[in-house]
């Protein structure tokens, strides 16, 4: 993310601020009533702009979590740090998980990386694994969903379907069913495309990345609520740990089967 664009953020947090306080002072001045005093005025202003951007204390409670028109399309799991072990970085491999019993990949893959992971997009191949829930539709011409990759194409450069390692395979994962989910373009293109680069640029950097990405699903529903993904660098210096919801602007989903309406009051703001 830019700088100018992490300048607009802070300065649309600070005028949310100034205005959600012009506007209790104005209610706390005409009605005479609570908060008593201007402290509790601030603080209870300055907990309306944060929580725009939720945390949530573990990872046990996302299923339970919907999402709703005009709220941010990710929140914060445990304070936004992850709770992998850096030290157990020894072998670059991805543990693929098997399917569940619905064909889901429901448990979640780990990679370790390394700088040697980073791939070319000129090795892409057409994908054609249709994962649970696949019911593609056209908005506004555009399609709706992706095949969201959990350990990205991009750094998973060598990387063979078992998870090791071989030197002569120059592509990333491709169409592993194993590594795939029912994504939203949105959830794909806009917020989790984010935390790829930042992975790409600590594995750039030399860096070695211990990385989690976990598709959560709500009981027996085929298509994911959204995604986990936790990060840390042997360094430590990248360390993030966020939920995205997989939702989409302008539609509605049915998550138990995947199938989506057009519905213009879904309202998802940009991250």
Known sequence: MSKRRRKKRRSNSLLSLIVTLIVLVGAWYFTGGQPSNLTDLFNQATQTVTNSTKNVASNDKLAD????????????VNHNKAKLDPQKW?????????LDSLNRTSTGNLAYLESRNLASDDNRVRQYVEPTAWHQKFVDRQPIINRGHL?????????NQNGHYNPSDTSGDQNNPKNLFTQTAFSNQRIQTIYEQKIRSALR????????AKPIFRDKELMARGIHLEAISTDRSLDFNVYLFNVQPNVKF????GRSTI?????VPEP
């Open 151 to 159: 350990i990205a194409y991009s750094i998973s450069k060598g990387i």
């Open 65 to 76: 979590l919907t999402y709703h028109s005009g709220e941010s399309s990710f929140v914060y």
């Open 90 to 98: 020894q072998v670059n491999k991805v543990i693929y998980s098997n």
């Open 205 to 212: 950097d030399g860096k070695r990345v211990v990385f989690f």
């Open 254 to 257: 049915d998550y138990a089967t």
């Open 263 to 267: 519905d213009r009051t879904m309202k």
